[in-house]
């Protein structure tokens, strides 16, 4: 089963401007997950926001949660070509297993 | 340690094959999860292990699926009879417990022929 649903599915950008992508689910949660992947490669891990946390940073990553509404977003300051990537959100459903969304494809256009 | 590691990256089989991969985890976590990613797709549960203990089996797990952790350490995910609809990349990932970060190796990418 897919908790997670991302928005919007692509986005393209020019390199410099910020991202931001959107993550709705459905159940309580523990906490919540940002990971990105690069084409045919493994996913990496990016932030994770607990549920009595309302924003995080980490360099130019800004991730807010909204357990009232059950959203998140991830925002990517200063966009780089190296940022291309698919980014997807995972949430602990039921504190058990991660459960991913189908995720946001990101092109950085030079 | 050098993080989740999988093996092999790649597997051709033909159809009718078993095909056997493997997952080691970073050393002291606890948690092991198997996931299935077609292309364009997110990562679909596959299934769960806290050490030893196999605690969740998704319903896209059939009987030709099994995955085994002995002694809570690597984990190894047998698909019986393949068909082409198992070509996917499968993914490993550990965590320490639960509410914490997991952390994903490389995949290992199965194509059916």
């Known amino acids: 089963s897919q908790q997670g649903e991302e928005d919007p599915q692509a986005l393209s950008i020019q390199e410099g401007e910020n991202a931001t992508m959107n993550c709705s689910y459905k159940?309580?949660?523990?906490?919540l997950q940002w990971y990105r992947q690069n084409s045919g490669r493994g996913l990496v891990h990016l932030i994770l926001i607990r549920s009595n946390e309302r924003e995080k940073h980490s360099g130019r990553l800004r991730v807010t949660l909204d357990t009232s509404k059950k959203s998140s977003s991830l925002l990517i300051t200063a966009s780089r070509a190296a940022d291309t990537a698919s980014y997807f959100c995972?949430?602990?459903?039921?504190?058990?297993?991660?459960?991913f969304g189908q995720g946001t494809r990101l092109t950085i256009n030079p | 340690d050098t993080g989740v590691s999988q093996n092999p990256r790649h597997k051709i089989t033909k159809r009718g094959q078993n095909v056997t991969f493997r997952c080691d985890p970073i050393?002291?976590?606890?948690?092991l999860y198997w996931y299935r990613q077609t292309l364009g797709q997110g990562p679909e549960f596959l299934t769960y292990?806290?050490?030893?203990?196999?605690?969740?089996k998704s319903r896209l797990l059939s009987d030709r699926f099994s995955a085994e952790r002995p002694k809570g350490s690597f984990s190894t995910l047998e698909i019986q009879r393949t068909e082409q609809g198992d070509s996917a990349m499968y993914l490993c990932?550990?965590?320490?417990?639960?509410?914490?970060?997991?952390?994903f190796g490389q995949g290992t990418r199965l194509t059916v022929v």
């Open positions: 050393s002291e976590h606890n948690r």
């Open positions: 995972a949430t602990d459903e039921g504190a058990q297993k991660l459960v």
């Open positions: 990932a550990s965590s320490l417990w639960t509410n914490t970060e997991a952390f």
């Open positions: 292990f806290q050490n030893e203990a196999q605690l969740e």
């Open positions: 159940t309580s949660i523990n906490n």
